[in-house]
């Protein structure tokens, strides 16, 4: 069931990396109290140090996408399908060989009309997609993913170095045919499961024109695969030379569309990609051999940031908001964010990796915050001897409110579980923190910990609330949403991170 989520206010934190006034001074002071105009004010040089890691951080380029072509042999290219859900009549098409288009044309008579996801249902928009799919009850493919080897290049190419034993399972999920003027415009693609993390689309070689998948990744940089010109190489000249089919794989929450099919019939597989089961953590502490030059600046700047003993000097944490979406479970029990540490994508994953080799402890979070919903004063006890508070927190698992009325003692409560972690005002997030000396086990049982949080690169949002209204994807699933989520780096005080930061592994 989906759980009823919309009533909840949408805050922005836009003001959250805004510094204050007053801030802790150096290690010399303990933190208990925040320092007066008086003394010594730091708050350019971390403001400074934090730019320096959002303004690195955005240089670096991870890739979202990979692609490539295919060589078919007289066992890889065929095609089976019925002709009906209900016929035992089959056709056949071999793309290793040239195909007709009057085969083709009998291949769309077999089809049915593709829909996609809008928010809660499956829609039929042809303004939005035009498109023919077959189900995968209804063809068989000869061409195999895995004996293919195209597999192990979307490993090396998008999953993270240090995830060595990480294996991709490729799911087939349809055949998509795009004939003149078939199109779909942007979207994300569903996500099916907490374990998907990407899309596969194989073109077979036939002649045709438009077509192209464009991705758009976050930055708002484009790039577009022109598979119709990938495949045409060989698809108009010599019979007898071998055919290529062409290739893409991409993280399933980049934006993309497929420009208009201006002639000729593009036929696809689409394959979700999942994290195998047994898929083993990241190992930790390894160290990238072959870092970009944006990439060494990015892991520098987080040096700097940690090397200066104006920066949480009691220790604290760093918040990154993560630059790509992470699927959800749609569920009314509560769901864990602490798998994703070990699935992260791209960029996301070398940020965990660059405050891993600094021996940071770094955890998933969900970034929700209370201090708007509520009339009342903050601070509120209810039962037993547990405060309850309003305010901002970095969740480990999802919250789920039930009934309107229940909204505020349900969020309260479950915000200040143990193993949560309370944003130190959020609006001033260089406020020294209440624990003096925090002990190492801030995620042991208890009530959420306070803590002081300097957001590093901005959340993006709260944690994204599903919202029909939003979720466009290829076809619905009622079971999964995209969050925005973020990376929450435990900094240790100044003395005791210093031998980690000093080593430059
Ligand atoms: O065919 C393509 O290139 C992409 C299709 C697509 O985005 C989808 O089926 O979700
Ligand atoms: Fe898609």
Redesign the pocket.
Known sequence: MMPEREGLPQLTLNTLCTLPTTIMSSSDNDGATPTTASEPDHSDAIKELLQCVAESNEEVVSRNNCSGTYALSESTGGLAYRKAADSVNAGWLDFAKPVEEHELAELVKACDQATFGRGNEDVLDLSYRQAWKLDTSRFLAQFDVVKSGLLDVVHDELLPPDNTSLKIDAQLY?L?VYGPGSH?KS?L?TPRSDKMFG?L?IIFPTVHAGGD?TLRSQEGASWTFE?SKLVASNTTDNAEAPRNLAWVAFYSDIE?E?SVVESGYRV?L?YNLYYAEDSAPTLPNLVMQSATPEEAKLRNSIKNLLASPFVLPSGGALGFGLSYKYPIGMSTDDVDFEPITGHLKGKDALVKRICDSFGLECHVRGLYDTSNYFEHESDSESEGDELLTNGAYLAEKTIYVGAPSSYEDDMVKALNRGGNLRILDPFMPLQPQIDRKPECDWWAKGPARPVAVLWATPANSLVAVPSPALAYG?EHDVGWYYADLVLVALVPPYEERLANVGNDA
């Open positions: 349809k998509n779909f979207h693609d899309s689309v998948l598979s993309h497929v696809s689409t290829n």
